[in-house]
C-alpha cells in the first residue's frame, strides 16, 4: 500500500489554483472619436448592443445604455463628476465601474473596455464588468 500525502489546512489553503488561460481581448470601431464632444453622452449600436458613449474630462467611456430602472437612455443624460445621470429620473451611475450612485435604479449598468485610437473609438464586448 502506498502512502498518500494529505497536506494540512493551511498548505490546503496555500496552493495556488492555475487560472484558465484569457483570450485575448478583441476591440470593434464604434465611432470616429471627432463624434464625441466633452462633458456629453451619445448612443451608438453595435452587433445588437446598445452603447452610450461618453466622453468626460478627455477620457471617453462605454456603458450599457439602458437604465435599468425604466429603460431609458442614459446616453441624453447629464455628466458631472465622473457619473452620468438618467435623463427621466435621474439614477446616477458611475462612468468607471457603471455602479449605481443614486436610486431610484435597482442596480448599475455594465461598462466596456474602450479606447482611441488613430481617431477612432473602439470598444470590447468581450469582457463582462458588468456591477453585482
Not at 448599475?108 to 473609438?121: A, C, M
Request: aromatic share 8%; hydrophobic share 35%.
Amino acid at each position: 500500500m502506498k502512502a498518500e500525502f494529505v497536506p494540512n489546512r493551511s498548505e490546503r489553503n496555500s496552493v495556488c489554483k492555475a487560472s484558465a488561460p484569457r483570450n485575448p481581448v478583441t476591440f470593434q470601431t464604434i465611432a470616429k472619436s471627432e463624434e464625441l464632444v466633452e462633458g456629453r453622452g451619445r448612443p451608438f449600436s453595435l452587433e445588437g448592443y446598445r452603447i452610450a458613449l461618453v466622453r468626460h474630462e478627455g477620457t471617453v467611456y462605454a456603458l450599457d445604455d439602458l437604465c435599468p430602472h425604466a429603460d431609458a437612455s442614459i446616453a441624453f443624460g447629464p455628466v458631472e463628476n465622473g457619473c452620468i445621470a438618467c435623463p427621466w429620473h435621474y439614477a446616477e451611475f458611475d462612468l468607471k465601474t457603471g455602479a449605481v450612485l443614486s436610486g431610484p435604479s435597482p442596480r448599475g449598468i455594465r461598462t466596456y473596455p474602450v479606447r482611441e485610437i488613430d481617431g477612432s473609438v473602439e470598444i470590447s464586448l468581450d469582457d463582462d464588468d458588468s456591477p453585482d
